[in-house]
């Protein structure tokens, strides 16, 4: 039990996704008796997974599943992967290491929707958890999809099987899909995406507070986050239940 239990401040939904961008075995084990119980995804970030030692990738992973939690390699590994024609290569290699996810995106390559759609239908046949990812790293190429587009291209990811779709917000959370140039929320575009898709399958990247926030307040405390720093899921926990001043008062 938690401390202040008589609270009953309990919540039952509501993904949220850690980036780990190479956090030893022993920080891992020790930090997920903090908050272990509050992630439902790791990502190691990029490409961070293929440049650290198979076994420490698997410790890491075994730790993590210690809490229920689900492992995925970024999306950036699985385009170097499909651009190199070693996708089979890649499946494999997240199977031995343990992961129980993938990410299929073309934040930073070209990636027809035909070859998206069979490399999701592939990455489930495999047994995988499937997320996509839609948005691009360029802010340039990502400011020529218009939110229809992003919509779009979500509905055909669910169509094709994908269990979730992230929307991308890159590490800074600004000028990037749903965020303007301050890393505030462009609530137009925002408030036509929850009305032409299903939110509960909406991974919604907040790597700020004031998204966060945000996005807590319009859609609700089990709103699906990610891309949030493996220092802030407490933080984040406690604007989920109104215990931030942020939020207090504001949601149920």
Same mark, same amino acid.
């Given at each position: 039990m938690n401390a202040f239990g008589f609270l009953d401040i309990e919540r039952e939904k509501g993904i949220t996704m850690v980036l780990d961008k190479g956090l030893s075995p022993d920080f891992v084990k020790d930090y997920l008796k903090v908050c272990g119980k509050y992630i439902?995804?790791?990502?190691?970030?990029?490409?961070?997974?293929?440049?650290?030692?198979? %076994?420490?990738?698997?410790?890491?992973?075994?730790?993590?599943?210690?809490?229920?939690i689900k492992v995925y390699p970024g999306g950036t590994l699985f385009e170097v992967c499909f651009s190199r024609g070693i996708f089979d290569e890649y499946l494999n290699e997240c199977k031995e290491l343990g992961f129980e996810a993938v990410e299929i995106s073309n934040g930073s390559m070209d990636l027809s929707l035909e070859d998206r759609k069979n490399a999701i239908k592939k990455a489930k046949d495999e047994g995988f958890i499937v997320l996509t990812e839609v948005g691009k790293k360029s802010i340039e190429k990502d400011k020529e999809l218009s939110i229809m587009d992003r919509i779009n291209l979500i509905?055909? %990811?669910?169509?094709?099987?994908?269990?979730?779709?992230?929307?991308?917000?890159?590490?800074?959370?600004?000028?990037?899909?749903?965020f303007d140039k301050e890393?505030?929320?462009?609530?137009?575009?925002?408030?036509?995406?929850?009305?032409?898709v299903p939110v509960e399958k909406i991974i919604f990247e907040a790597p700020n507070k004031n998204q966060q926030v945000e996005f807590i307040l319009k859609v609700?405390? %089990?709103?699906?986050?990610?891309?949030?720093?493996? %220092?802030?899921v407490i933080s984040l926990e406690t604007l989920r239940r109104g215990l931030r001043g942020d939020t207090f008062g504001k949601i149920q």
């Open positions: 439902t995804f790791i990502k190691f970030g990029w490409g961070t997974s293929a440049v650290q030692d198979r %076994d420490i990738v698997k410790e890491k992973i075994g730790n993590y599943k210690e809490y229920g509905n055909e %990811d669910l169509k094709a099987g994908a269990d979730y779709v992230i929307i991308e917000g890159r590490e800074s959370g600004k000028s990037i899909g749903l890393g505030n929320v462009k609530v137009s575009e925002f408030e036509t995406l929850i009305n032409n609700g405390n %089990d709103v699906n986050l990610g891309n949030i720093a493996y %220092d802030e």
